[in-house]
């Protein structure tokens, strides 16, 4: 069975800052995925990122980017020139190959002028 | 439609009642995922459809949950003889493929508080 952690329940920032929010995963798979998710006040989630376990390299996406540390089994989300419309619940999720997700119990993260 | 389509928005029900919530998924997706999200946790799975093949049905809670997927497109989330720790959102998701490879799009969900 697969376990995530988000340890961090609520986090704040002030608007053009960095933030990063932390998730930790337990598997003995060697092959996965993991994605962060985005669910703003409206209850829609959104796809913000994803990284298969296999590449080493970083998956970015504009503003966003993930720090992957296999090892560790570490995959934080680092959001750089926050704005006021990543203010949302932010979700680390964990996929099999054969499709099976575990998902964090989820940061709220509010973004401040 | 353009998104994934879930109803009721919202549902109230009284203890003991059956409820049914139905998404309507990107037309073309054949991978369809039902989860529940009770209030201030993650994503719950649930049941899974890939196309053709047998659901996966391992994340279902008890027997009093069910699920349909009628021509490949329409699902519908049956709850029988419902309790209070069903309240939650139950959120459906679509995807082109099925998960890992293909990138799931969700519904706003239903929202469902017995009472």
């Known amino acids: 069975a697969q376990t995530v952690t988000q340890s961090q329940p609520e986090m704040s920032v002030q608007e053009a800052e960095t933030v990063t929010l932390s998730c930790t995963y337990d598997?003995?798979?060697?092959?996965?995925?993991l994605f962060w998710y985005k669910q703003p006040p409206s209850r829609q989630m959104i796809l913000v990122i994803r990284?298969?376990?296999?590449?080493?390299q970083n998956a970015t996406e504009n503003r966003f980017s993930v720090n992957f540390q296999k090892a560790a089994k570490s995959f934080s989300l680092k959001i750089s020139d926050s704005q006021l419309g990543d203010t949302a619940m932010y979700f680390c999720a964990f996929y099999t190959n054969a499709g099976k997700s575990t998902f964090g119990d989820g940061t709220t993260l509010t973004v401040k002028p | 439609g353009a998104g994934v389509s879930q109803s009721p928005s919202n549902k109230v029900t009284e203890k003991g009642k059956d409820v049914e919530l139905r998404c309507d998924p990107i037309s073309g997706h054949t991978a369809l995922y039902w989860y529940r999200q009770s209030l201030g946790q993650g994503l719950e799975f649930l049941i899974y459809?890939?196309?053709?093949?047998?659901?996966?049905k391992s994340g279902l809670p008890s027997d009093r949950f069910s699920a349909e997927r009628t021509g490949g497109s329409v699902s519908t989330l049956t709850i029988q003889r419902t309790q209070q720790e069903d309240s939650a959102v139950y959120l459906c998701a679509s995807s082109l493929v099925g998960l890992p490879q293909g990138e799931l799009f969700f519904g706003e969900g239903s929202r469902l508080t017995v009472l």
């Open positions: 598997t003995s798979e060697n092959n996965y995925y």
């Open positions: 459809f890939q196309g053709n093949s047998a659901p996966d």
């Open positions: 990284q298969e376990a296999y590449k080493q």
